[in-house]
């Protein structure tokens, strides 16, 4: 599986665009890139994936790089209950195990 | 809604005992998995499984054994159980067929061994 760089922390106003980048440089021709979040005290919970094209849900966008390389998770308008870790992982698509790394922790503050 | 449900949020044992955790989906996933999570190294892979009476190792499954008698339930098991199995452990669940790695967690159960 691919490797992901991701920073540490990141902080967001209330309100606006979270943007939470992701390094996957050695990513394969047939890997998804895949984020989820953990809020303090629950489960990770599935946001969005996608393998070439921008992907947009009811949660976020995902925006990957021609040279898919890289990726950013936007939360439009961020708000208190975004404060989570937020992990991007790499996969091929197969219905299996999934690698987590140590995530963004990204405080949204009022 | 999904639904993945843990037996305990809280759990306190002493060492040596023998300690369940129970997980249950009502959704019908094939594949079901256990995590445990510590601070600074993430979410570990312990055990998994894709269908009933079928178990795979993950990274870290030394001192643990899983069962999956059906398939709505996938239980971990720590035969005797250490301090250092102290964690948080999760499961989770997902689709076979669709061949995607949207996994479904519980809320987790917090273990302490003393």
């Known amino acids: 599986d691919a490797k992901t760089t991701q920073p540490t922390s990141m902080d967001c106003a209330e309100g606006r665009a979270a943007n939470l980048p992701c390094n996957h440089s050695t990513i394969s021709g047939n890997e998804y890139v895949y984020w989820y979040r953990q809020i303090h005290s629950q489960g990770p919970q599935y946001i969005i994936h996608?393998?070439?094209n921008n992907e947009t849900n009811e949660m976020a966008s995902l925006i990957i790089t021609e040279d898919r390389k890289s990726s950013t998770l936007i939360l439009p308008h961020a708000t208190l209950r975004d404060t989570a870790v937020y992990y991007c992982i790499v996969r091929v698509n197969q219905g299996g195990k999934l690698i987590f790394g140590q995530g963004t922790e990204l405080s949204v503050k009022p | 809604d999904v639904k993945v449900t843990q037996s305990s949020r809280y759990l306190v044992k002493r060492t040596g005992e023998k300690v369940f955790l129970e997980c249950v989906q009502d959704m019908d996933h094939e594949n079901m998995f256990w995590y445990r999570q510590d601070p600074g190294l993430g979410l570990r892979l312990i055990y998994f499984s894709y269908d009933v009476k079928m178990k795979e190792k993950g990274d870290i499954p030394e001192g643990y054994s899983v069962s999956r008698e059906k398939k709505e339930r996938f239980s971990l098991i720590l035969e005797s159980a250490s301090t250092n199995q102290t964690s948080m452990y999760l499961c989770?669940?997902?689709?076979?067929?669709?061949?995607?790695?949207?996994?479904?967690f519980g809320p987790g159960t917090r273990l302490t061994v003393t």
């Open positions: 989770a669940s997902s689709l076979k067929a669709s061949g995607r790695n949207e996994q479904y």
């Open positions: 996608g393998l070439k």
